[in-house]
């Protein structure tokens, strides 16, 4: 079996979204995908096969208060408007084909940190309701969210705990991969100041989320690496910019550019991942 895996990223991920959209254009739907943060939540339209919802929703979404700005800040203490991002927007403004996406016959699954024990849990994303809860929970970076309740669990951005969850995938029985990364290759990930602000903040509730946040630059850049030896191994195949934006980038011809690169790039390797299906 083969999966396809999917880095967050905010909005570095409209880069994925073009090499979704190339994939279901040529019909090629994996039977396993996972992902996390922005990686998974585009992943989603993948999976209901509505080739270019993630770009029009980017493009007429990005510069409305409604969808990310402070002053959300002050009504869900989150930069993005909860009800509006997963409610609204994909009940309807956009329409999210959840008929198609409750037909897939594959795997889907959601990476998250459980905040109470800072460990890395995969959900079924076909378990998600109408107000796509899993996906606030996948996307609930600190400082940026708060921690999201499912089932009585609350849960963090799935990437702090499991950045690029390709061990999942191998576990999970996928011999061979294809990898999306948001990353120009080379970069490497170092601890920032919002990430020190985010130990600060979270030490006394959640305090198995400072080892996360600490560690995370090591976790990340080490699995990189483990993903690199992999594509030399010929078990994956890696997708990555050559360029990126910003994670809050605000410019729309900025995002729509990365978003037909990531297009092109999968178009120009269609060959090496189809044979990741055979």
């Known amino acids: 079996m083969a999966g396809i895996i999917f880095e967050g990223g905010t909005f570095r991920p409209i880069f994925s979204a073009g090499v979704m959209d190339a994939l279901l254009e040529k019909e090629i739907m994996f039977p396993y995908c996972i992902g996390v943060s922005a990686g998974i939540s585009f992943g989603v339209s993948y999976i209901s096969k509505q080739k270019g919802r993630n770009l029009e929703v980017l493009l007429n979404c990005r510069k409305d208060k409604r969808y990310i700005s402070t002053r959300n800040l002050i009504k869900c203490r989150s930069l993005f408007g909860l009800d509006f991002v997963y409610d609204e927007v994909p009940n309807k403004l956009f329409p999210f084909d959840w008929d198609t996406f409750f037909k897939y016959e594959g795997k889907a699954l959601v990476g998250v940190t459980n905040a109470e024990t800072g460990k890395a849990e995969y959900l079924n994303a076909m378990d998600t309701d109408k107000r796509c809860t899993i996906l606030q929970a996948t996307c609930a970076m600190p400082l940026f969210f708060p921690a999201i309740n499912w089932k009585g669990g609350m849960y963090y951005d799935g990437g702090l705990a499991d950045s690029i969850p390709i061990r999942k995938a191998i576990e999970d029985g996928n011999e061979k991969n294809l990898i999306v990364l948001t990353r120009p290759k080379g ?92």
């Open 187 to 278: 970069y490497r990930r170092t601890l920032g100041r919002d990430s020190k602000l985010a130990m600060r903040l979270l030490r006394n509730k959640y305090p198995a989320m400072v080892e996360v946040i600490r560690n995370r630059p090591d976790m990340y850049n080490e699995t990189v690496a483990f993903c690199e030896e992999l594509e030399r191994e010929g078990k994956a195949v890696i997708l990555r910019p050559e360029y990126t934006v910003e994670s809050m980038e605000k410019d729309l011809a900025a995002l729509e550019r990365n978003y037909k690169h990531g297009y092109d790039m999968a178009m120009n390797h269609i060959d090496e991942i189809k044979k990741l299906l055979v």
